[in-house]
């Protein structure tokens, strides 16, 4: 059985969403952010989950040596191509995140936008952790931006609507399950008479699960904060972001 993020079409139909020239706009300023938290410059750095490659284009735009990994063969072709155009060189491999390995390589690794969890078994996050301690040379930094559990349980809304300047529209609906642990996802997109539908899932961790997660893995400092600029992390915070040192 196939999970669902290996289903090429979900990110065909989404990427347009997910990452319109708004969010690359925003790359560069974000990576500005993620290089103060992480107190690290220059040097190598795996963007691991790249997508269309909006954070790895813009950190080589800043002069790091970036590897960007992705197992979407269609984002890792838009990824190439925006390299391409913006006349940067940026090595993308396609690999399973639970499969890259490459020891002692890096001196910044980045896992952004939620893109942890998606696994059907949870056992699979801390194996995607344990490659990133092992890939992260000594006095490296992890850097995650996920959507918290305290944040699901502060914005109980089912449902949201959103339509875009094209006309199209996204209704996205979640569903918390597996005692807490788990959010099930549905995303319907309209455009004129036309309807898609997907499903996907992803586990869920509260801003101290994910801290004594990292630790087990061999971490010996992890810092938590509620968004890129480093405000503290907390109840109210819209996003959770962890600064971890191997």
Partial sequence: MHEWFENEAFWQEFCPVMFDERRFATADDEVRKII???????????????GPGRHSVALAGRGFQVTGVDRSPFLLNKARRRARSE????????????????????????N???S???FDKKDDDRLVLHNIF????????LVMYLTGKE???RDRANATTTRRPDGTVLVQTHEVFDDWTRVRNEWIFLKGNR???FKFHQTVYSGQEL?????????TEVKLYGDLDGQPFGPDSPRLVAVARK
């Avoid at 103060?36 to 989950?49: K, N, P, S």
């Avoid at 940026?90 to 690794?109: H, T, Y």
């Avoid at 092992?134 to 930094?141: D, E, I, V």
């Avoid at 801290?211 to 971490?219: H, N, P, S, V």
């Fill in 36 to 50: 103060r938290l992480a107190g690290i410059r220059r040097g190598t750095v795996v963007d691991l989950c790249c």
């Fill in 87 to 110: 006349r940067v060189s940026v090595e993308f491999i396609e690999s399973d995140m639970r499969k890259f390995l490459r020891p002692d390589a890096f001196r910044l690794v980045l």
């Fill in 112 to 114: 952004l936008w939620t």
């Fill in 116 to 118: 942890f969890g998606y």
């Fill in 134 to 141: 092992t890939n992260l040379q000594s006095g490296g930094a």
């Fill in 151 to 153: 944040r699901l349980a």
């Fill in 195 to 197: 309807a898609r539908r």
């Fill in 211 to 219: 801290k004594d997660l990292l630790r087990q893995t061999g971490f």
